[in-house]
């Protein structure tokens, strides 16, 4: 898994994992979550027993850079750095979450 928590933003997972606590093999699939006090987070749940797995939460503030890295044209590599810097600061590794 990466290291760097925006890397988690796109659905990139490719490699199966193995759940904690039931040891099923599975694909994750991110879900995305609006939160209470803006932004949002994903997670994903283990298919085979519900087992909750945080991965990030990302900022009001950091939803609005998404937003703007959307809007921007690949082209645009300084303004597209610029804003990944940004929004690295809005980012924080959920990973230790377990509901
Ligand atoms: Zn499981």
Do not use: H, N
Not at 17 to 27: A, H, N, P, Q, V
Not at 34 to 44: A, M, Q, S, T, V
Not at 71 to 99: A, C, G, N, P
């Amino acid at each position: 898994m990466p290291r760097d928590p925006s890397q988690w933003l796109p659905e990139i997972f490719g490699p199966r994992i193995r759940c904690d606590t039931c040891e099923g093999l599975f694909r994750p699939t991110l879900t995305e979550e609006k939160l209470p006090e803006g932004g949002f987070r994903r997670f994903f749940v283990c298919p085979k027993c519900d087992k909750f797995y945080g991965v990030i939460r990302v900022t009001a503030r950091g939803e609005e850079i998404v937003a703007m890295i959307q809007r921007t044209k690949f082209s645009d590599r300084v303004r597209l750095q610029l804003l990944r810097e940004q929004l690295s600061r809005e980012i924080t590794d959920d990973r230790e979450r377990r509901e």
